[in-house]
């Protein structure tokens, strides 16, 4: 019987190794550093909400402490001896505060660009009725 528990402990464990290659590691917070906190919003039709609409994550928060290895109590800014709560390493998003302000890529119109004409010529306007496909 122990045999058996010591296969099937054995086999598990290569299963959990096998899993954990490709996984992503598990970012490590330190007290002081700034995060955000994934919520579950509820649409409310009532009050004219919609969970596609709200903000995935709420914050800014400070983690507190850290209370095990996967969970961390956080604080508000503003009153940081009194904690919010105890959250989870996966509920948890560090904020980045980024220096350069310029987004990455360009606001552009999009589409055709519209004709351009020189100064000489003028577009054909015709008197005549087309219909839907343009012809005559």
Not at 53 to 74: V, W
Not at 127 to 133: D, E, G
């Amino acid at each position: 019987m122990a045999e058996a528990k010591d296969v099937a402990e054995m086999q598990q464990d290569l299963r959990k190794e096998c899993g954990d290659r490709k996984r992503r590691k598990a970012p490590n917070y330190f007290p002081g550093d700034w995060v955000f906190v994934t919520t579950h919003h509820l649409s409310n039709a009532a009050k004219g909400r919609t969970t596609k609409f709200m903000p995935k994550r709420d914050g800014t928060y400070i983690i507190r402490i850290q209370k095990s290895p996967t969970s961390y109590a956080i604080a508000n800014p503003d009153n940081p001896n009194e904690p919010v709560g105890t959250y989870h390493t996966s509920a948890l998003k560090v904020y980045k505060q980024d220096e350069r302000a310029t987004p990455v890529h360009p606001l552009r119109k999009r589409g055709r660009p519209r004709k351009t004409y020189t100064s000489g010529s003028s577009p054909r306007r015709s008197c005549r009725r087309r219909n839907q496909r343009g012809s005559l």
